[in-house]
């Protein structure tokens, strides 16, 4: 038992990054202590964060810091189990991306290190924030903070093509969350009189025309620019100028996820997925999200920069998640919530290894790296474990999720978007695993046949924290059912999808626990 009630556990994992990044700065000319404070904030937030998981499977949606604003909008924290799995990835990958951080930044001597933790910390606090929203004006709030705690991430190298692509990030963002998102929520606000977040919907109650769900849609779809759906797309690629740490922060832990999980919760808290279905107003975004899925997948096939064919991956996996809030059935919406966690462990750790590869030997087009896999053997086969998990390829974590996405797909009566997922898991195979191939079966360049080549790795601080998230796209497999533990607590539609979403989880935890095999 926590000696902290649920209330004040809340408030702490929102305070506790923030204190931390007003407390970095006091160590700015000791490293070693401003380092000592990023990674015992972590730490502790993450305590803090597991703390509240005894709540929730409880059954609890503990409240704290509502203050009212005018008759239905107020700011205020409460947290569901949608936002305490967002929760969890978060706080987890804020330790294990704090300690690859140190490596990183000591090891390519990067310059402003202080204001690097500090803006790190802020937009971990905005993230804590944003899960517990209340409502839509408390989420609001949140998102923007995390945008422009991360602008300075961005821009962190102060050169001409860190500060366009620092523009470019902060102009899609706030372009689409001040000329959609925030209309939308006014609209919400003016058809039903309240912005609070609630189980079945607020619009399923409110009598709204098919019309005005369908301009709502198309609002949140195209103003949460964080999801990263095309067209508004672009901030990513372009944000790929930060110092990998910051694009492992933004394609894994924070921001993309914040997107994605921002979508999730408008579809099955302010629409509701039974509403969104049956109006037939989400079939649009179903063929959209579809493109985009595909779209990003084919572009990713003809970057040579190595983050840059990440980025569009990304894009690519963020459409798996709309896709399947689109789609707006009981298994779409569970293989999109679980496919926040296994894109998030697999994606951090591709992007890492990219960051070690630039640390030791400097290079970052796919191009050069013939023979890599040679040199840094630790670095390359755990980018080969994460490469088969976003593929979702047993036994690591990102075969669940698809699953899931396909069988909510098959639900919703859409077999095409069936092989949407198949055709981009290829696409997957097609721009990740020839990195691969070429890492171990090609010969460094310049190399003598038969000489013998010396095993040169990044530092340790990043080759652990790369070995760690490895080991958890393996991990994820099995505690599969423990996600579901989160995921089937959601408040969908009823009895009936909590029925189906315990039937679920208990597939999982026949298969994971090896009763296929023995034969029962």
């Known amino acids: 038992m926590s000696m902290f009630s649920p209330e004040t556990l809340l408030v702490l994992s929102l305070a506790i990054p923030f204190a931390a990044a007003l407390l970095i700065p006091v160590f700015h000319a000791s490293p070693n202590m401003r380092e000592a404070v990023t990674l015992t904030s972590a730490v502790l937030l993450l305590i803090t964060v597991i703390n509240l998981v005894p709540v929730v499977l409880a059954g609890g949606s503990p409240e704290a810091l509502t203050f009212k604003i005018v008759d239905g909008v107020s700011l205020g924290l409460k947290l569901e189990p949608l936002g305490m799995l967002f929760m ?121 025309t098919n019309g005005v769900i369908a301009l709502l849609l198309a609002l949140f779809a195209f103003g949460i620019g964080k999801a990263g759906l095309m067209p508004f797309h672009f901030w990513l690629p372009s944000a790929m100028v930060a110092p990998t740490p910051v694009s492992a922060l933004l394609h894994a832990v924070a921001v993309v996820k914040a997107g994605v999980f921002t979508i999730l919760k408008v579809v099955i808290y302010i629409f509701g997925i039974d509403t969104l279905r049956m109006s037939g107003q989400a079939d649009w975004l179903i063929y959209f999200a579809s493109f985009s899925l595909l779209a990003a997948s084919v572009v990713a096939l003809s970057q040579d920069n190595l983050k840059a064919r990440l980025a569009y991956s990304t894009v690519s996996q963020l459409a798996y998640i709309v896709l399947g809030a689109a789609l707006a059935t009981t298994a779409a919406v569970q293989g999109g919530s ?21 640390v030791a030997h400097h290079k970052t087009e796919i191009s050069d790296l013939d023979g890599i896999g040679r040199k840094m053997p630790f ?88 070995c760690m998230t490895a080991f958890g796209c393996l991990v994820l497999f099995f505690a599969a059912d423990s996600i579901m533990d989160f995921i089937k607590l959601i408040d969908l539609k009823g009895p009936a999808a909590s029925a189906a979403i315990s039937q679920s989880a208990d597939t999982i935890a026949q298969l994971t626990s090896g009763g296929v095999s023995n034969g029962r």
């Open 338 to 358: 679980m496919h926040i966690v296994m894109h998030a462990v697999g994606k951090i750790t591709l992007f890492m290894c990219a960051g070690a590869i630039y």
């Open 379 to 466: 670095t390359m086969f755990a980018f080969f474990i994460a490469s088969l998990s976003i593929i979702g390829l047993p036994p690591f974590g990102g075969v669940w999720s698809k699953w899931f996405l396909a069988v909510g797909a098959l639900d919703a009566g859409h077999q095409f978007a069936v092989a949407v997922f198949m055709i981009s898991s290829l696409l997957n195979v097609a721009y990740l695993m020839p990195i691969v191939m070429r890492a171990f079966f090609r010969p460094p360049k310049g190399a003598k046949p038969g000489e013998p080549i010396a095993i040169a790795e990044a530092p340790l601080f990043c080759v652990i924290p790369i």
């Open 88 to 208: 969890l990835v978060a706080a987890t990958l804020w330790i294990i991306n704090s300690i690859y951080s140190i490596g990183y930044m000591r090891g390519h001597d990067e310059p402003r290190q202080t204001s690097f933790y500090v803006c790190f910390a802020i937009a971990i606090s905005s993230t804590m924030g944003l899960a517990m929203s209340k409502n839509l004006f408390t989420l609001f709030l949140f998102y923007e903070i995390l945008t422009l705690s991360t602008y300075p991430l961005v821009t962190h190298k102060g050169n001409n093509e860190a500060r366009n692509g620092g523009r470019v990030y902060l102009l899609i963002l706030l372009s689409t969350s001040m000329l959609f998102l925030l209309p939308a929520i006014f609209i919400t606000y003016g058809v039903t009189g309240t912005t609070e977040f609630t189980a079945g919907g607020i619009l399923a109650g409110s009598n709204v």
